[in-house]
């Protein structure tokens, strides 16, 4: 909390409760679906990077009104998900989040990212503590190391 509070009242007072209920959504997908591929961590960290670049990008181009970034936004975001193959519903909710910010957006971005690989690195630990549970099902990157070797 002492680093979201570091950051400028005024512009993140509003958005805090936001940003936690997409923490939300991710653990809800990380203790309840953990064999689901929207909830591993590839699809999570990947997802959500793509998503916030993407949403804090159009931010930049001028005389878009919120309202229409705010649409915008998952519908560039979703498709290209699904195009990378990396769903990861609470990535389109952050799309929706961060078009509405009007300063900070990467700040936030790196504070969001932050929390997004605690509650990975905590959910890793606690589903794995269960012999009835494993998080990740599988480990993308050293499976892909493996092959190569």
């Known amino acids: 909390m002492f680093i979201l509070g570091s950051t400028s009242f ?31 961590p590839r699809n999570a960290i990947f997802a959500q990077v793509f998503a916030l670049v993407v949403t804090i990008c159009l931010s930049y181009i001028p005389d878009i009104p919120m309202w229409f970034r705010s649409a915008l936004a998952p519908a560039i975001v979703i498709p290209g998900m ?9 990535a389109g909710a952050a799309a929706i989040v961060f078009s509405t910010l009007t300063d900070n ?19 890793v630990g606690i589903n794995n503590m269960s012999d009835r549970r494993q998080y990740p099902t599988s480990w993308y990157l050293i499976s892909k190391a493996r092959k190569a070797f």
């Open 82 to 90: 699904a195009k990378l193959g990396i769903i990861h519903p609470p």
């Open 10 to 40: 005024r512009s993140t007072h509003l958005i805090l409760p936001f940003l936690s209920t997409l923490l939300g959504a991710l653990t809800t997908l990380q203790y309840n679906l953990t064999a689901a591929p929207a909830s591993q």
């Open 105 to 123: 957006r990467w700040n936030l971005m790196g504070i969001f990212l932050s929390g997004v690989a605690i509650s990975i690195i905590t959910a």
